[in-house]
């Protein structure tokens, strides 16, 4: 086993509604979840909508606080209810979210909304900051051009790749990615696929990779994470998972999933364009 740059153990999340007439409701998101990610590798994690997915990734990039269990990143211990962590750890995890477009400031233009990552993270000045913002652009697929438009004039696929290079800007070591594909055209969809992968590769970087569907994420998975109702209920090697699922839900997960690989997604593009239909 590689070296581990992300360890949790035990995380337990619970919501608390209601007040004092009708009682207070504990709602249990996770219950009790344990995970290790390798530098360099990727794990995923699915389920269905509601499983816990997303607020166990809310807990890694320490936007919240686990109300229980320990977490360490990078060597450091991390309970936000007891202190926050620093800008140098605060550095190394990042998160690409669902949407592109509501990650966005639709009146910031894009080269802003790169520099302001090291604004915030760095003691670079406006020049490096600038010079950095357009290398990443260019890292990501895109022109420098693009640097002074705002997200309303570029695609699906354009914006997700300017949230990359956002996320990436200050050379994290872990990056969540919170079903970065889903809403993107089945033809955008490879591309973006690629993109993580050679960033990975280039960079270094370890992945955790939540999402619902299974055909995206065997292409990037070394190891799979399967949640249902805020606890593991599978768990190995993503090839392992992949050729011999061993628990009923995940059984249930790959029926209901189309086949998964990139060559599968280019090939329901062309049966959808054959039928006349959109991507």
Do not use: W
Not at 48 to 63: P, V, Y
Not at 151 to 180: F, N, T
Request: overall charge positive.
């Amino acid at each position: 086993m590689g070296e581990i740059v992300l360890k949790a153990e035990g995380l337990i999340r619970d919501y608390t509604s209601g007040g004092l007439i009708g009682g207070r409701k504990v709602n249990r998101a996770l219950k009790g979840v344990s995970l290790q990610l390798e530098r360099g590798r990727t794990l995923a994690v699915v389920g269905e909508s509601g499983c816990g997915k997303s607020t166990l990734a809310r807990i890694l990039t320490m936007i919240d606080a686990q109300t229980e269990g320990d977490l360490t990143i990078c060597g450091e211990k991390v309970d936000l209810s007891q202190h926050k962590p620093g800008r140098d750890l605060r550095r190394k995890v990042q998160i690409v979210f669902q949407n592109p477009y509501s990650s966005l400031n639709p009146r910031q233009k894009i080269l802003s909304a790169l520099t302001e990552q090291l604004y915030l993270n760095t003691d670079d000045t406006p020049t490096q900051r600038r010079d950095k913002a357009l290398a990443m652009l260019g890292r990501v697929g895109l022109g420098p051009e693009v640097a002074g438009r705002y997200p309303h004039m570029l695609s699906g696929g354009m914006r997700q790749r300017v949230v990359i290079a956002r996320a990436l800007m200050v050379q994290p070591e872990i990056v969540v990615l919170d079903e970065p594909v889903s809403a993107l055209d089945l033809s955008v969809q490879a591309q973006v696929l690629n993109l993580l992968r050679d960033l990975q590769d280039e960079m270094g970087l370890s992945y955790i990779f939540i999402s619902h569907d299974l055909s995206v994420v065997r292409y990037l998975a070394d190891r799979l994470i399967v949640m249902k109702a805020g606890e593991i209920v599978e768990e190995g090697a993503a090839t392992d998972i992949f050729a011999a699922p061993q628990h009923a839900y995940t059984r249930k997960l790959f029926a209901a999933t189309p086949s998964a690989s990139i060559e599968a997604i280019r090939t329901r593009i062309t049966a959808r364009q054959t039928a006349g239909l959109r991507p």
